[in-house]
């Protein structure tokens, strides 16, 4: 699968890697890069200033005066898996303070052998107060205590578990719908919509020729689409997808139109190496989709068609149901995971 460019000029990843480097040396340390101390005393990407790098001692910086920013503190961090190749990465989030205003932004470590490199950050808040970051299978999870939504009838606060993934196109915020137990006893199985089951792929019928996937490959995991709708309905909506690529996750953002035209951005994939013959089906899933065209259901399938071609799926789990657009919380008389007040 070809990577997407870094958001960051690759003079300032390696700026970032020599300069943690250097400091881990100077100070004759065993070097664990994901250790607390080697992490509280390394550099970090830093977009908000222009040298685009901020490097930590003892977990915090003093920036001069003319910076956009005052401080940056070391909050909160995590050592864990995070690009699929069996080596503890860490996740980081980092506090730039000017004045009264905090913005929380998360780092993705990534390291090979004994290098470490800021790969890649994603602001996670700004009036919020971390509680907590953890990686868990590849995605990490940072638990953000928000503002009481009604403070005058209710005060407490809400914790909000915000997931990103490390993919080709950086850090991306993600929210995979959940599926929904067989023995939950809903009333009756709801028919086939976009969003309401996952969506698995057994054909590609791509520049004039058929792919059946069973035929192809023996997969362990098929690969499938999930849609979560965020903004609007099923017949014209937005929000987010994720799926499997057949050896790697994927994640991404949609948009409906009336007509039924579907477009899918900012496509991106974790990091796992994939062999063949995956690698070269993983990549014609993820390119197809990028070009998709317009989707239609019919039963329990659906056809999304790209601009060479159709990718065919049928009805898998169901999932459970998107937020109410209006208000983020589930429709009513149906209960999902969600935030939690802390009291």
Sequence with gaps: MSSL??????????????ASAALSLSGCRVYDPTSPEELA??????????????TLVDGALDLPPGEPIERVELVASAAGDIDADEDPDAAV???????????????????EGERALDEATQVVGTAVRIEAVRIVDGIIEVDLAA???????????????SKFALTTAGLVPIDPPETVP????????????LDT??????????????????????????????????????????????GFGGCNRIFGGFAIEPDGSLSIVALGATRR???EPLSGIESRITKSLTIADSYEIDGDRLTIHVWDGTLRFRAGAELAPS?????GDPPEGQETSGPRRIT
């Design 5 to 18: 460019p870094s958001p960051f000029p690759r003079a300032v990843r390696l700026a970032v890697l020599s």
């Design 273 to 275: 190496a994939c062999a």
């Design 93 to 111: 989030v980092l506090a730039e303070v000017l004045g009264d205003h905090t913005t929380y932004r998360l780092h993705a470590v990534v390291v």
């Design 323 to 327: 937020p109410d657009p209006g208000t």
């Design 147 to 161: 503002p009481a939504r009604s403070p005058g009838i209710d005060p407490a606060p809400v914790l909000i578990t």
């Design 197 to 242: 089951h996952e969506w698995v792929l057994e054909t590609m019928e791509l520049g004039g020729g058929v792919e059946r996937l069973s035929e192809v490959v023996e997969l362990t995991t098929p690969p499938s689409v999930r849609f979560r709708i965020e903004v609007g309905d099923s017949d014209q909506g937005s929000g987010r997808m994720s």
């Design 41 to 54: 005393n390394r550099s970090y990407l830093a977009p908000s200033i222009e040298s685009g790098v901020v």
């Design 182 to 193: 067989a023995t939950a006893g809903r009333a009756a199985e709801l028919e086939p919509g």
